[in-house]
């Protein structure tokens, strides 16, 4: 049985930093990808990074680069995206998501992923 174990997130001032993380397990595949995604209220899961397993090349939408970090932990098959210069555009439910088909171009599609984590609420305000 697959899982996607995630836990982290919770309420953040603006400005400030949280962190992630995502413990798959129950799939074997020699290059898959796993990725974040985040839904708001009214708006559509958007995809935020993702990580190859193969050679750890990670990619990011421009709403977070350059703030947000995403980076395994083999040893723990543990991933973690890092979240700094947290702003209340941030808020929204984050999804840890793995894809059999490894990264690809078009990586921030969802239908695109074969498993889902619950989601961990990350609020951003004052």
């Known amino acids: 049985q697959v899982q996607l174990v995630e836990s982290g997130g919770g309420l953040v001032q603006p400005g400030g930093s949280l962190r992630l993380s995502c413990a798959p397990s129950g799939f074997t595949s020699d290059n898959y990808a796993i990725a974040w995604f985040r839904q708001a209220p009214g708006k559509e899961r958007e995809g935020v990074s993702c990580?190859?397993?193969?050679?750890?090349?990670?990619v990011y939408s421009n709403s977070v680069k350059g703030r947000f970090a995403m980076f395994r932990d083999n040893a723990k098959n543990t991933v973690y995206m890092e979240m700094t210069r947290m702003k209340p555009g941030d808020t929204a439910i984050y999804f840890c998501a793995v894809t059999l088909r490894g990264l690809a171009p078009r990586w921030s599609t969802p239908r695109r992923y074969n498993y889902w984590g619950q989601g961990r609420q990350v609020t951003v305000s004052s």
């Open positions: 990580i190859s397993s193969s050679d750890d090349r990670t």
